[in-house]
């Protein structure tokens, strides 16, 4: 198991323009949450899904914002007609259950907005 | 989004020296985590604390869970050049009705070790 993998680690974009993110969890993990973190500050909650089924959304989650999970395993987090607000380190985490010691984050896809 | 309250926000000390932060809250939490983070990587998981009054160590780290469960300290003694990173604290609110268990973190402490 090599632990949350996330792609792009890094991915320079237009204003305007679509992005895509991929995650892989642990392969065991049946909860994966995304997070935004800006610079100087803890990462923020943005949604999350237990299996395939996306049970929350942060209100942080415009609806520029969306987030799949098929078929249980990897997910995506796209963001249509990006802004420069949206440069952040988008982080990818999952668990088993709602055990925090088995809480592992991914590497982090670096988003700049140009 | 809300972020737990977090000091100091940066701290300089000589290496050997013992460091200590702490987080509070105006929430309770269940689960109190400590993670640290290094540039361009994800948050690392240092302790994990379930209990109010919970007292934890891992290596020279300690960390405790307030009894009132709104706060939590974190101490590193003896500290070596490596400690350098952002120590962030991270508050947990689940229960058995199935919550989503997302995590609330602090702004975190910057830790820089003078050798």
């Known amino acids: 198991d090599t632990g949350v993998s996330q792609n792009p680690r890094h991915k320079i974009t237009k204003r305007g323009q679509n992005v895509t993110f991929r995650c892989d969890p642990i392969s065991e993990h049946n909860r994966l949450y995304w997070y935004r973190q800006t610079l100087g500050q803890g990462p923020e909650f943005l949604t999350y899904f237990q299996n395939e089924a996306q049970l929350e959304k942060s209100r942080l989650l415009s609806d520029r914002f969306s987030a799949e999970r098929p078929k249980g395993s990897f997910s995506t987090l796209e963001i249509q007609r990006t802004e420069q607000g949206d440069s952040a380190m988008y982080l990818c985490a999952s668990s088993y259950g709602q055990g925090a010691d088995g809480y592992t984050f991914g590497s982090g896809t670096r988003l700049t907005v140009v | 989004g809300q972020q737990l309250n977090q000091s100091p926000q940066s701290m300089f000390i000589q290496e050997g020296e013992d460091v200590s932060m702490n987080c509070t809250s105006s929430s309770i939490f269940n689960t109190w985590l400590w993670y640290k983070q290094e540039p361009g990587e994800g948050p690392v998981l240092l302790i994990a604390?379930?209990?109010?009054?919970e007292l934890t160590s891992n290596g020279r780290l300690t960390a405790q869970f307030g009894i009132t469960r709104k706060d939590s300290f974190l101490n590193i003694s003896a500290s070596i050049p490596s400690d350098v990173g952002i120590y962030f604290c991270a508050g947990q609110l689940w229960d058995y009705g199935g919550s989503q268990g997302n995590l609330i973190f602090g702004k975190g402490t910057k830790l820089s070790v003078k050798p």
């Open positions: 604390l379930y209990k109010a009054g």
